[in-house]
């Protein structure tokens, strides 16, 4: 027979509750604050209620501050007042402050400067501006800030023919780590237009109308075919165009072809960056300097492209001599 003393009863009584336990049901007891029993292992306190934000409001300005176009993207026209036909030269990848062929790049911008009736539309990467990469920055000869004054100075060699202006992802770089868009800023100051990733240029030349489309990076791009991706991107993109330029792959390509009834012209400029490790490294060709070009004439639509813009020029001056003959 076990004889139970009076002591194990009142400890089978008043078994001790756990600190967990203590601050749960002061929790339930009280609204806004709980402080644990005498011996717990902590106390919790709120001096305020922990209340989550008013959805309907926070919806409310999300709403009113929705963008109503996709940032980065630009829709501009261009009209064209010169009588002859004229040339929209695709200028991209400079990478001034790299292993450029610089002779070329000066003697390209003063052709299209001193050259009636032809524009450049310049697609990015005009800095090599390596800040995403320290070891490429300290490494170089010319820092960023020395690389986008020289830009600069690049631009002016066109005089006034720069149309309009996009940024590639060199570019962006600096936008991404610091939060400046300096492709932005050179533009503004020059008048030019900008379209950080993408533009979209109606170009009227009395009553002739072309759609130019231009972007740095694509998507469904090929090994195989330099032109897949612009192809992919008129029969799937938002808009249709008559020309389309992406740039970035430092191959220069043209091709036309047939959709919804018209010839369309797809294009890759090549850079002036000839010598690049990083590209040699992973298997790519050494880069050419090329400027696909575009001649549009006036009244009646019809474009003819070109694989660079010393060609086409010639046949430029030919044409605007005929069709001024004419007149």
């Given at each position: 027979?076990?004889?139970?003393?009076?002591?194990?009863?009142?400890?089978?009584?008043?078994?001790?509750?756990?600190?967990?336990?203590?601050?749960?049901?002061?929790?339930?007891?009280?609204?806004?604050?709980?402080?644990?029993?005498?011996?717990?292992?902590?106390?919790?306190?709120?001096?305020?209620?922990?209340?989550?934000?008013?959805?309907?409001?926070?919806?409310?300005?999300?709403?009113?501050?929705?963008?109503?176009?996709?940032?980065?993207?630009?829709?501009?026209?261009?009209?064209?007042?010169?009588?002859?036909?004229?040339?929209?030269?695709?200028?991209?990848?400079?990478?001034?402050?790299?292993?450029?062929?610089?002779?070329?790049?000066?003697?390209?911008?003063?052709?299209?400067?001193?050259?009636?009736?032809?524009?450049?539309?310049?697609?990015?990467?005009?800095?090599?501006?390596?800040?995403?990469?320290?070891?490429?920055v300290l490494a170089s000869n010319v820092l960023p800030d020395e690389q986008v004054s020289a830009f600069e100075h690049y631009l002016d060699m066109f005089g006034e023919k720069v149309v309009a202006m996009i940024s590639g992802n060199h570019d962006l770089w600096?936008?991404?780590?610091?939060?400046?868009?300096?492709?932005?800023?050179?533009?503004?100051?020059?008048?030019?237009?900008?379209?950080?990733?993408?533009?979209?240029?109606?170009?009227?030349?009395?009553?002739?109308?072309?759609?130019?489309?231009?972007?740095?990076?694509?998507?469904?791009?090929?090994?195989?075919?330099?032109?897949?991706?612009?192809?992919?991107?008129?029969?799937?993109?938002?808009?249709?165009?008559?020309?389309?330029?992406?740039?970035?792959?430092?191959?220069?390509?043209?091709?036309?072809?047939?959709?919804?009834?018209?010839?369309?012209?797809?294009?890759?400029?090549?850079?002036?960056?000839?010598?690049?490790?990083?590209?040699?490294?992973?298997?790519?060709?050494?880069?050419?300097?090329?400027?696909?070009?575009?001649?549009?004439?006036?009244?009646?639509?019809?474009?003819?492209?070109?694989?660079?813009?010393?060609?086409?020029?010639?046949?430029?001056?030919?044409?605007?001599?005929?069709?001024?003959?004419?007149?």
């Open positions: 027979m076990i004889k139970k003393t009076k002591t194990a009863k009142k400890t089978a009584k008043k078994k001790p509750k756990s600190a967990v336990e203590t601050v749960r049901r002061r929790s339930a007891t009280r609204s806004h604050s709980s402080r644990g029993a005498k011996g717990a292992a902590f106390t919790v306190e709120a001096a305020q209620p922990c209340s989550p934000p008013d959805g309907k409001k926070v919806w409310s300005g999300l709403e009113s501050a929705a963008p109503q176009d996709v940032p980065g993207r630009l829709k501009s026209s261009v009209d064209v007042h010169d009588p002859l036909p004229v040339a929209f030269a695709f200028v991209s990848d400079q990478h001034v402050g790299g292993a450029c062929d610089y002779k070329r790049m000066r003697e390209d911008a003063e052709l299209i400067a001193s050259t009636p009736g032809v524009f450049a539309v310049l697609g990015g990467d005009g800095c090599d501006n390596h800040v995403k990469h320290w070891a490429a600096t936008l991404e780590r610091a939060g400046v868009d300096v492709v932005r800023r050179i533009a503004a100051r020059r008048g030019l237009l900008y379209g950080q990733h993408e533009h979209r240029i109606l170009l009227r030349h009395h009553g002739a109308e072309y759609r130019l489309w231009i972007r740095h990076k694509g998507r469904f791009n090929s090994g195989f075919n330099s032109t897949h991706s612009h192809k992919q991107h008129w029969r799937t993109g938002e808009h249709a165009w008559d020309v389309g330029c992406i740039c970035h792959l430092h191959e220069a390509a043209l091709e036309p072809f047939w959709a919804h009834g018209e010839v369309r012209w797809a294009c890759r400029p090549g850079s002036y960056l000839v010598r690049d490790p990083y590209a040699e490294s992973i298997g790519f060709n050494a880069a050419v300097p090329s400027c696909p070009t575009f001649v549009f004439y006036p009244t009646k639509k019809r474009v003819v492209g070109f694989l660079d813009v010393r060609e086409a020029l010639v046949y430029l001056r030919e044409a605007r001599h005929e069709k001024g003959a004419k007149r």
